[in-house]
């Protein structure tokens, strides 16, 4: 049972009316690849500015971030167009393959 006082402090969100969906990802790429990072993150940008899941009035940032443990580490944000909440659930950045 819910305690309506709490109910109605609380936000709601309706996801089916959402226009756009920011998008996060991670890539990690092995140390052995590191003389490649900027050939393989112009090449992520040029597929992110040609998918059709991505919006083009918000520009995706792609770039290198850390070098962690084991591995580089390039982070993608941007925003994908939704058109409903299930067909926006293929605004990802890996509904394309390289």
Known sequence: MFQTHLFLQRFIKNRTR???RRIDEVVQLRYNDISSIE????????ILKNNKYVDPNFTPYVF???YA??????????S?????FNRGM????FSFAF
Do not use: P
């Open 39 to 46: 050939k393989i993150i112009e090449k992520i940008r040029i």
């Open 80 to 84: 994908g167009k939704t058109h409903g």
């Open 64 to 66: 290198f971030d850390t």
């Open 18 to 20: 959402m226009t756009h």
């Open 90 to 93: 293929k605004a990802s950045f």
């Open 69 to 78: 443990d084991y591995y580089l580490k390039i982070i993608m944000t941007g």
